[in-house]
DNA sequence: TATTGTTATACTCTATAACTATA
DNA sequence: TATAGTTATAGAGTATAACAATA
């Protein structure tokens, strides 16, 4: 039994696009030489608001294990700080320091301009579309 | 300058999705026991077209010198051949075997299994907005 | 007992560039 | 001179399970 081209699959579109941003990111910033691991991790704190490994790694997509030598990485150049949670002890708080959140908002400015270029030709209820069927495919899994 | 969280942000949903379904895939098939650069692969190849290892790549987002690696275990479990390509002699065609074959198809059946659970209550055009929006940022990198 | 994050191991993926063969 | 694919190396990411501290 044949299946129809790949092409088509909505699940299957997603690494691809994954790899290609994700890289174009990176090379967007060649002087910060961030991984893609990096690069989504810090765009993911850019927000400022200080969050647990667990979730940065639901927000990431990257494993807790992984991302221990990631903030490793990010910690000793100076870009974030593991802080003390005091309601919960277990849990830590990662915390962008100043020239982390510099470092942060080139991130996420590049993302946002390469979203911008990407999509100005796309409708609204195209995004809409594309935000509901993510979250399905993600909710699902 | 703080940006909005990034759960929002279209490009920043593609690797929390593609984690979470390549993940969700290999995990639905263990007694394959094959990677989710693996599951990648298969699932493109399902369709029996047979293809260079620079469309794969393409088909993928995986890179080529990742490919080779990749392939190779394939080969080496007998899901796929190397062929001559006699149009290009730099170029070789991947080919599924018998089993590979089985093995593609039983990818491919678990991808559109969990799309169809994913997108049963996602309309249609929905779903012609994502892939609109994907195209558009996988385009733009 | 369960959860948070780290550690450990072995394996896989990545970036980069050099290399072979062919175009 | 350019392209397809492989190789080589070092570093980064992964799965998995064990572990300490805390809940």
Known sequence: MLFESGASSALLALPRATHATLHALSARLPDLRLTTSEVNAMANLADGISRSVGDLSEDT???????????????????????????DRRS?????????????????RAVTELEAAALANVPADHLAGYHAVVSALHRVC
């Open 61 to 87: 997509g990257i494993r807790t294990s992984t991302l221990t030598g990631v903030l490793d990485r990010l910690e000793r150049r100076g870009y974030l700080s593991r802080e003390l949670d005091f309601g």
């Open 92 to 108: 830590i708080r990662l915390v962008l320091t100043a020239s982390g959140r510099t470092v942060a908002a080139r991130v996420r």
